[in-house]
């Protein structure tokens, strides 16, 4: 990135949005809630004065607001994916993570095509369509073979109900070209986490490597969608600087990318800090976050960025995750595994090879039956929109006019249903049948209900992969 690259995270002006919160009123926290509730989102000062609020009554009230707006826009189903790691070998040396360069005690392992291919017939096979790629950050792996590896994963096919229907990308930035490569590849999300939006933190917890470059990595995002890649994803590390800061980061970022090319981030992650092996930071975060100041990120988050999706993965506890449910998450990452190699591995806890520890250990239909039959959750495997070109800017206009609900709600179910018939425990598919039961007997549409059952009867006799 050129020395006359702008950084648009503008430290100064976040700095002034936190410390003229520090002076709002209860009054004023809660117009800011009922504005909230229109889901037209929040400017980032008014996030910051929701954040730094420490009256629980309006905590509570932020809470309940995330999930009237959740509910709106997204309803009950829940879009559910699983990490795939495909290297663990990189160049950088983040002192957070377990892929550090330095870090001599981490087994390092790059997954051949048919190391690839057996890892996504096990994930097929327990029912995940969506996957994430995630690639340790290494410049011997360019674009052409990140592309390979995405079209191997696309040419896998289980005697089930067929193959992974979405493969997203976690990967090191790339140049324009490079990100090309991938949008030609046919991959759905790409995602890049800036970590921390404080340069000076960025500075000292990337003493080494390409991802040195702040502004590079800042403007990742924008090269992809120059490249085609219209739905991009972003995040920050939590633990690594003040939390109040970074959410502010991630919002300026949001709005650039708003600014520039008429869409927002198609999803925002907030992982927290975990213990990783060889890493004093993981175990020690710098600025530790509460539970409780946890989920009012997620909720202010919802409120800020109502139609960009929010991913909640296997890092934290499932009774956390469950409360997380509830105020904002739309995505949701189970029976989760972080190193290459680890869905085929039959002693797949281990630290000498995984970028961080985990929380929720549980399989993806210990997952899916929990959110079912305590949440009354539609778990979501949809593709649809991707394949009929409704991404991007043009998703977001029908988001915003509430036109999704007409394709996510009916598609959700089909996907659920054919998890049921595919793969589910006993246990699970009697409880998913009654749930989706009662989403039929309440549908409001008649002619689409009616299109529902016929497809649902055309799922049993054997078809798949059925939607609007």
């Known amino acids: ?53 420490t009256d629980r009554d309006i905590d509570a009230a932020i809470f309940d607001a995330a999930l009237h707006v959740k509910k709106r826009i997204y309803g009950n189903r829940l879009v559910l994916f699983a990490p795939l790691y495909i290297t663990n070998e990189c160049s950088n040396q983040c ?10 005690e981490l087994i390092r392992k790059t997954l051949s095509k048919e190391k690839i291919r057996r890892e996504v017939e096990v994930l097929e096979n327990i029912g995940h369509k969506r996957l994430l790629l995630v690639y340790g950050e290494h410049p011997k792996f360019g674009a052409q073979w990140i592309a390979e590896t995405v079209h191997t994963v696309y040419a896998v096919t289980s005697q089930k109900s067929g193959e992974i229907r979405r493969v997203n990308i976690n990967c090191a930035p790339l140049d324009v070209e490079g990100f090309r490569l991938l949008h030609e590849a046919g991959i759905g999300t790409y995602q890049c986490f800036q970590e921390t939006y404080h340069q000076e933190t960025y500075a000292a917890m990337h003493p080494a490597g390409r991802k040195q470059d702040y502004l590079w990595r800042l403007y990742a995002l924008h090269r992809a969608q120059e490249a ?89 506890r499932p009774e956390l995750r469950k ?67 409704r991404t991007g800017e043009h998703f977001m206009a029908l988001a915003k006019k509430g036109f999704i609900q007409d394709f996510c709600r009916p598609n959700a179910m089909l996907t659920f249903k054919e998890y049921l018939l595919d793969y589910a425990s006993p246990a699970t598919r009697q409880a998913g049948e009654t749930l989706l039961a009662q989403e039929l007997e309440n549908y409001p549409d008649s002619h689409r209900k009616a299109v529902l059952l016929q497809r649902f009867t055309r799922l049993e006799a054997g078809e798949r992969d059925l939607y609007f």
């Open 323 to 389: 409360e997380l449910l509830e105020v904002g998450v739309s995505q949701l990452s189970a029976g989760s595994r972080t190193y290459p190699g680890a869905y085929s591995d039959p002693e797949y806890n281990r630290p000498e090879v995984q970028q961080f520890c985990i929380g929720d250990n549980r399989s993806l239909d210990e997952v899916i039956g929990a959110i079912v039959r305590e949440h009354g959750y539609i778990p979501s495997w949809c593709t649809a929109c991707y394949r009929l070109g």
């Open 1 to 53: 990135m050129k020395k006359s690259t702008p950084n648009f995270i503008d430290e100064h002006q976040i700095w002034q949005d936190i410390e003229a919160a520090k002076t709002a009123s209860s009054e004023q926290a809660l117009d800011i809630i009922e504005k909230a509730k229109t889901c037209t989102g929040l400017l980032p000062k008014e996030a910051a004065i929701l954040l730094q609020n």
């Open 228 to 316: 085609g890649i219209d739905d991009v994803a972003l995040g920050a590390l939590f633990g690594l600087f003040d939390s109040t800061f970074e959410v502010l980061g991630l919002l300026y970022h949001a709005a650039q990318l708003e600014k520039d090319f008429g869409v927002g981030p198609h999803t925002i992650s907030f992982p927290r800090l975990e213990p990783a092996l060889g890493s004093e930071v993981a175990f020690h975060p710098p600025h530790p976050v509460s539970d409780h100041q946890f989920k009012k990120i997620v909720a202010v988050l919802r409120l800020a960025v109502p139609y960009t999706g929010l991913i909640l993965t296997t890092r934290e």
């Open 95 to 104: 002192r957070y993570c377990g892929f550090n360069a330095k870090n001599k």
